[in-house]
């Protein structure tokens, strides 16, 4: 009788470990709607779209006003930057430490390339780690993996972008004129030139004491970032 | 269905409610990794998985399944092997396992950047412990092994 029970209990594991596997292979994205269900942020995606848009909008708006102000003081030194772009919603983001990384609705059928550069009103995110047919993983300046030449100011210095759940921007040569309020922006490779990254808040002396470096600080919270541009 | 499945299944769903309630305000602690290391104690190796595999479905964020989910997937069933073979107190080789399970995530998914952010890593490890603990006490209490 026991016997027959476990023998029961196992088959029953056994069928559920089989779903299971078929189901983390095959429809993933049945687990994204899981975590929608039971993530009080992700939630809000599917039941009002309206909603989080106009909060975005608003957010926007403000970002972009102080954006706005601080890019008239500095406009010569950012060259317009007007590519074609695709709209992409987050589906999910790496539930873990240490990493940032988000998954967004547009893959390689609606033509995204691994590389391309991630923008949310209008600032630099990341860049599309890996490109799926309907769906692309963004690594953003968050991560602590992300390394990206950037320029800072009207002077254009060199510094390279370490991600973190707090980036900064490292390497910049010591008498390098950057001041708190500088504006940082890509310079890398793939990405287009002059994207706005962040604004210096503060510089120091690096650790090794060869190098400035640079805190940031940006118009938005990543965890409340919901849909994103991808350039084409 | 035995109330310690029942049990089980609610406990995992609560550990994932609060793993991404936490994760939407920018803050990351690996609630079902630390559920998962405790059921090892407790369930049977074919329950296991079966969670294990629930928690790989909810948790993977994109339509491959990485180097860090496999990871994640094998520390429960790693620690239901230790438990096997070397059948220490419970009460001790389940907080170490949580510790050694985070320690062991973290260093194969971000070598660097877990060393420079100890602090992460301890709040991480904190509140693993602090929820593993109650899922340890609830079944301890239970008599569900």
Known sequence: MGRKRISNSHWVSGALIVILALLIFFAPSYGWTIRAWLSPALGNVGAGVSQTDAQNLVAENDALKAQLATLQVVASQLPTSTPNTIRAMIYSRYPMNFRNELLVSVGSNEGVATGAAVTFQGMLLGEVKAVFPETSLVQTIFDNSLKMPVRIGSGGVNGLLQGGSDPIVGSITSNAAVMPGDIVYSAAPGIPYAVPVAQVVATSTSADSLFEQATLSFPYDINNVETVFIAK | ?145
């Not at chain 2, 609560?14 to 305000?25: E, K, N």
């Not at chain 2, 971000?110 to 991480?124: H, K, V």
């Open chain 2, 1 to 145: 269905m035995r109330l310690r499945s029942i049990l089980a299944i609610l406990i995992l769903l609560l550990a994932c409610a609060l793993q991404f309630w936490f994760a939407s305000a920018g803050t990351f602690i690996n609630f079902i990794l630390a559920t998962l290391i405790v059921f090892a104690f407790y369930i049977d190796i074919w329950e296991l998985l079966v969670f294990v595999l629930f928690g790989i479905f909810v948790v993977n964020w994109q339509p491959a399944v990485s180097a860090d989910i496999f990871i994640f997937g094998i520390i429960p069933i790693a620690a239901y092997a230790f438990h096997k073979v070397f059948a220490w107190s419970v009460w001790a080789a389940a907080p170490a396992a949580i510790v050694c399970g985070f320690f062991l995530l973290y260093l194969a998914i971000a070598p660097g950047a877990f060393l420079a952010n100890a602090e992460l890593f301890s709040i991480d490890v904190l509140g693993g412990l602090i929820f593993g603990g109650l899922v340890f006490f609830v079944f301890d209490r239970l008599k569900l092994s």
